[in-house]
């Protein structure tokens, strides 16, 4: 069965910092690409973040570069995906997503084959 659970989100005020983590398990998520990606109310999903299969690789969307960071640890039965998030401001609040992408490390959201549930991140002014 395959699984993509997220957790860590929560509330914080302007300027504080959140560590998500991502459990991804049921197939070889180990050779995929993981991304993340967030949806704020009224709005389209949109790219967060994503790092190839090695973690050799990493893309910021140009609003979080330089606050976030992306790493992976690809263990025998799962692959762990966190996203460590610092200043967080409150155009950052959403509902963020990690998603798996069998091919290719990118932002294109059409190009990942599974999502996890989600979790809330809420920023405070």
């Known amino acids: 069965q395959v699984q993509l659970v997220e957790s860590g989100g929560g509330l914080v005020q302007a300027g504080g910092s959140l560590r998500l983590s991502c459990a991804a398990s049921?197939?070889?998520?180990?050779?995929?690409?993981m991304g993340w990606f967030r949806q704020a109310p009224g709005k389209e999903r949109e790219f967060v973040a994503a790092v190839s299969w090695s973690g050799g690789n990493t893309y910021y969307a140009d609003s979080v570069k330089g606050r976030f960071t992306i790493s992976r640890d690809n263990a025998k039965n799962a692959v762990y995906l966190q996203l460590q998030m610092n200043s967080l401001q409150p155009e950052d609040t959403a509902v963020y997503y990690c998603a798996a992408d069998p091919i290719l490390v990118g932002p294109r959201k059409s190009e990942y084959d599974y999502w996890g549930q989600g979790t809330q991140v809420t920023v405070s002014a």
């Open positions: 049921g197939r070889t998520f180990r050779s995929y690409a």
